[in-house]
């Protein structure tokens, strides 16, 4: 008797986490459905249910940034990008993103100290780095002659 309620607690233990490993890969699917089919609210909501399930979810957290960016929301893009960074240090989009709210901050020292870490790990978006140094570089001069 007690070795068959043994095996019946270690079922519903693994019944359990499986459900909950699935559940949250669940949500953020559908969250990118809804983002990608433009419906952000219903994307944001799904994103952020992920994360209750999963607080180590950095691409929920990297698509909440790119909801707030697509609001103007910086003050929440930057958190989201900063959480991001925190969980997945090598992460080219977020390095990316962290690069433009920089240089719209005119925060010229940040942008360098990102472009050095995005260059040591980009694989496919190496090319909009290179835009961003120009445009810094094009802004910089300016700003010394004032």
Do not use: H, W
């Amino acid at each position: 008797m007690i070795r068959l309620s043994n095996y019946t607690l270690v079922f519903f233990i693994i019944i359990n986490f499986l459900n909950f490993s699935l559940g949250n890969e669940k949500f953020f699917k559908e969250g990118l459905d809804f983002y990608n089919a433009k419906k952000y609210e219903d994307a944001r909501f799904m994103f952020e249910r992920t994360i209750v399930f999963n607080p180590k979810d950095s691409n929920a957290y990297l698509y909440l940034a790119k909801i707030y960016n697509l609001e103007e929301d910086q003050e929440n893009e930057k958190k989201n990008l900063e959480a991001t960074l925190l969980i997945e240090p090598n992460n080219e989009e977020a390095i990316l993103m962290s690069m433009k709210i920089a240089l719209k901050q005119s925060n010229y020292s940040e942008v360098k100290d990102l472009s050095d870490t995005f260059s040591k790990v980009c694989k496919k978006l190496c090319d909009e780095n290179k835009n961003i140094l120009e445009t810094l570089s094009n802004i910089e001069p300016k700003n010394n002659e004032s």
